[in-house]
């Protein structure tokens, strides 16, 4: 359990009275205001477009097709019902539900939703006689400045509703392995477990994040998607239900990489760490080393990691199957190339439950199984085993990738489906069938028994 100095509550108020109003600053709107009054005011415009969420979502994980129920929030923003939440909160979602402030339930339907952002649109299912809803509007992350007063609001730990106040800790915050085309909100506004997708409040009353991320040892710590990058993202969801992002295989380094200690000699553009196999930066002829310093005309600066998700952001927006001019550097001599990005698709493979079997399995997906697509461009790869369960005794394990059941090639989860139909119904004659699998680069062969039914044992 975590302690916490408790502050004489008028000690508090009396410390925020005031603030971010510069002294002197008689023609300021906040001048003589009580931050009190700020504070509810603004809480107030939002406070009632706060939406708890309930899903019900199936998960794989464990070897076996299971039905999870998980809370989150959201914030309506529109009279029509839409609703800004996480992706993580309605991913796999087969029912949405969603409780309102005044205590109206509606069930939801997902419009669209991103997984790199972690951002969703979804929309309440209202009858034509319903009573409006409230919403709240989004106002703009750029002008925050270290030290503004906001407010996080959701559901934490499944409870209905809560508010939460702070400051921005940092309004660039940088996290290398979810940043991809966003930089964060960090806050030590109270965000807990539940709080996903509910928003984050200035002290006008505006969206100015989507409340994503916690951190709940060593210190507060919370982040936020910065209402700039949900803008962005909306408007997609909106036309096509999802992000259609531009893919060209290009890794990015900064000219002041910190982390690894590198530092090129020059002030503008940049650098290529790496192209990934069979991309279009590869094809294209683009090499490690090389300096970008223009794409499609724009000029690029990537000084610290900071600068990074801006210039991934505007080449996943760049237009898909047409030729796209790159100016670079190669060794001191200055080079143009044409590059031709394409659809990025999705970033997760499906998956499926094999009951009996007692294992679930997944497609393997370039961006989310980098390890096995080194190995396999197209294939199927173990993802849950069910202990104690077929699947385990036989000696299979998580990222085996199937290569052969029986007598049918594995390619798609489509072949699974079939390898395993076959095998049930021809249980009476045979219970065991041969399985080739590539367990870290090597081939093996296992004898899968499925005699047992541990679901009914």
């Not at 009279?79 to 979602?93: F, R, S």
């Not at 319903?130 to 400045?145: E, K, N, Q």
């Not at 702070?166 to 660039?172: F, Q």
Request: a negative charge; glycine letters at 10%.
């Amino acid at each position: 359990m975590k302690c916490r100095l408790a502050l004489p509550v008028c000690f508090v108020v009396s410390l925020m009275t005031g603030c971010n109003v510069p002294p002197g600053n008689v023609d300021s709107p906040l001048a003589g205001l009580d931050f009190r009054q700020i504070v509810s005011d603004a809480k107030d415009k939002v406070f009632p477009a706060v939406v708890y969420i309930k899903c019900l979502k199936e998960s794989h994980e464990s070897g076996k097709k299971i039905t999870q129920e998980i809370s989150g929030s959201g914030v309506i923003i529109s009279e029509e019902g839409q609703l800004l939440t996480n992706w993580h909160v309605i991913d796999k979602a087969t029912e949405v539900r969603c409780l309102l402030y005044d205590g109206r339930s509606f069930d939801a339907e997902v419009i669209g939703s991103d997984k790199d952002t972690d951002l969703a649109l979804i929309k309440l299912i209202m009858d034509e006689g319903s009573a409006a809803v409230p919403s709240a509007g989004i106002g703009d992350s750029d002008v925050l400045r270290e030290g503004d007063f906001v407010m996080a609001m959701g559901a934490p730990w499944g409870m209905s509703r809560s508010v939460s106040i702070g400051i921005v800790s940092c309004t660039t915050r940088y996290l290398p392995s979810n940043s991809e085309y966003s930089l964060w909100l960090q806050t030590d506004a109270a965000i807990s477990p539940g709080n996903s997708g509910g928003p984050l409040v200035n002290t006008a009353g505006e969206i100015v994040g989507i409340n994503t991320r916690s951190v709940m040892y060593g210190g507060d710590m919370g982040f936020a998607i910065p209402a700039v990058t949900v803008k962005v993202i909306i408007q997609q969801l909106r036309e096509s239900g999802r992000m259609n992002w531009s893919w060209t295989g290009l890794q990015l380094q900064p000219l002041k990489d910190f982390d690894r200690n590198v530092y090129f000699d020059a002030d503008e553009g940049v650098v290529v760490a790496e192209t990934d196999q069979e991309s279009p930066a590869r094809r294209a002829g683009i090499l490690a080393r090389d300096r970008i310093l223009r794409i499609a005309g724009n000029k690029v600066t990537v000084t610290t990691a900071e600068d990074l998700p801006a210039v991934r952001t505007q080449i996943g927006l760049l237009p898909k199957g047409e030729p796209v001019q790159i100016d670079l550097v190669r060794e001191g001599s200055a080079m143009t190339i044409a590059l031709v990005p394409t659809e990025k698709g999705t970033v997760e493979g499906a998956e499926l439950d094999c009951p009996r079997w007692d294992m679930t399995v997944k497609a393997i997906n370039k961006f989310d199984n980098k390890d096995l697509y080194y190995y396999r461009k197209e294939g199927v790869f173990v993802y849950g085993i069910k202990r104690p369960g077929n699947a385990g005794n036989a000696g299979l394990a998580e990222k085996d990738i199937l290569l052969k059941i029986g007598k049918t090639e594995i390619v798609t989860l489509d072949d699974v489906r079939k390898a395993r139909s076959e095998a049930i119904e021809g249980i009476e004659d045979n219970h065991k069938v041969l399985v080739t699998v590539l367990r870290n680069g090597l081939m093996r062969q296992v004898i899968l028994d499925f005699l047992r039914d541990y679901e009914k044992e």
